[in-house]
């Protein structure tokens, strides 16, 4: 018969075995929405924009998929950045030549692979996010190419305006889009709202600076504050991408990303009840 020393030796032992296999978690900081953590437990739904850059209750088809969202904001945030400071007019750069090399290489080829690994496991807002954006960094590089594919210098033969009002109507439309966009992440957190607000002003500033250009070109105004609207917009994606990255593999911390109130994120962690309807599995 075993004596209690023997029992409590047994017991710290198995004690000691657990805590070898118990993984250790980091402190929430109120959620992180883009973090790749592990789906394999059938059981387990992810959050709002849980792993993957997607609105809505969804879970990963595969558990070895990476996480594709940080490249995609990545991509999307650097090219951003680039142009609008030449928006800004930044040490005094006046073309966006350099743009192009970057929207043909970063922004447009590498986002619209992101975007497509997203529709690889599943993820349909992500998918068709960087994907578009993506399509549009192309689109704009085609139209900005010195020489390559005349679309600026036909519609610049007789005068300006043809260009600027096409260009202006262009960005009206990747307005519209994105303000679509903008309502499927009413939901979801204060970070990724913040991102796609400030790039819909920013195309919607653009915009109206080519649709009211004069003689001297477009209305500096409206690009000066597009350009600025969207430097906000590339340094919240780059939050964005830097919550995706930092999980407890590789930081002591998660980033911060605040759950809207009304979302079931929010809700349950004020204790309410969540919409079953929502509660949904990809």
């Not at 990545?74 to 930044?90: D, E, I, K, P």
């Not at 073309?95 to 599943?122: D, F, R, S």
């Not at 960094?137 to 260009?163: K, R």
């Amino acid at each position: 018969m075993a004596t209690a020393q023997e029992h409590n030796d047994a017991a710290a032992g198995l004690a000691a075995t657990e805590g070898l296999h118990k993984e250790r978690k980091p402190y929430d900081y109120g959620g992180n929405p883009l973090a790749h953590i592990a789906t394999n437990n059938p059981d387990y739904r992810l959050a709002a924009f849980g792993g993957d850059f997607q609105p809505g209750l969804y879970r990963a088809p595969k558990s070895h998929f990476a996480n594709p969202a940080p490249l995609g904001l990545s991509a999307f945030a650097l090219t951003t950045f680039v142009l609008s400071l030449v928006n800004v007019g930044t040490r005094s750069i006046g073309e966006p030549n350099l743009v192009v090399a970057i929207a043909y290489g970063y922004g447009g080829l590498v986002q619209l692979l992101a975007g497509m690994w997203e529709m690889a496991v599943g993820n349909t807002f992500g998918a068709t996010a960087l994907s578009s954006y993506g399509g549009f960094w192309i689109s704009f590089a085609i139209i900005l190419t010195p020489g390559g594919f005349q679309i600026a210098s036909t519609l610049e033969a007789e005068s300006p305006f043809p260009f600027y009002n096409s260009f202006g109507l262009y960005l009206m439309g990747w307005f519209i889009f994105t303000s679509i966009l903008l309502i499927c992440t009413l939901r979801s957190t204060v970070a990724f709202f913040s991102l796609f607000f400030m790039l819909d002003l920013a195309f919607l500033l653009l915009g109206i600076g080519y649709l009211n250009a004069d003689a001297s070109g477009p209305n500096e105004s409206c690009i000066k504050a597009g350009g600025y609207f969207g430097l906000f917009a590339a340094f919240i994606a780059w939050y964005n991408a830097l919550a995706g990255l930092a999980d407890s593999s590789n930081s002591f911390f998660v980033i911060p990303v605040a759950h809207f109130p009304w979302s079931e994120k929010g809700r349950e962690a004020r204790g309410k009840p969540v919409d079953s309807s929502t509660a949904h599995t990809a």
